[in-house]
């Protein structure tokens, strides 16, 4: 059964950092595309980051320089290391998979998610 599990989310201040997990299981971690989607309240579901099993990448403008995607497949695990924490980084945090070739920063690129994992940074 493929299914993708979140953690290490949770209340920092503005300027710290936190590290997201994404633990994959099935048939999701052999998809070529991993990536990181975020949902602040009222807000839409956008694009974070993401990484191809080759290793490269596609980031958001607003966490470029901050975010660092990365995966290992030994652990079927991908990460999202947050630095430099502002309170618009604010939301739930989903993992996503994609099996295809798709550039990976649309949410239809996707065919399994995680059921999130909330981050919470104040000023």
């Known amino acids: 059964q493929a299914q993708l599990v979140e953690s290490g989310g949770g209340k920092v201040q503005a300027g710290d950092s936190l590290r997201l997990s994404c633990a994959a299981s099935?048939?999701?971690?052999?998809?070529?595309?991993m990536g990181w989607f975020r949902q602040a309240p009222g807000k839409e579901r956008e694009f974070v980051a993401r990484i191809r099993r080759s290793g490269t990448t596609i980031y958001a403008d607003s966490v470029k320089g901050r975010f660092t995607i990365s995966r290992d497949n030994a652990k079927n695990t991908v990460y999202l290391q947050m630095n430099s924490l502002k309170p618009e980084d604010t939301a739930v945090y989903y993992c996503a998979a994609a099996p295809g070739i798709a550039l990976g920063v649309g949410m239809s690129d996707y065919d399994y998610w995680g059921q999130g994992t909330q981050v919470t940074v104040s000023s």
């Open positions: 099935g048939r999701t971690f052999s998809s070529n595309i």
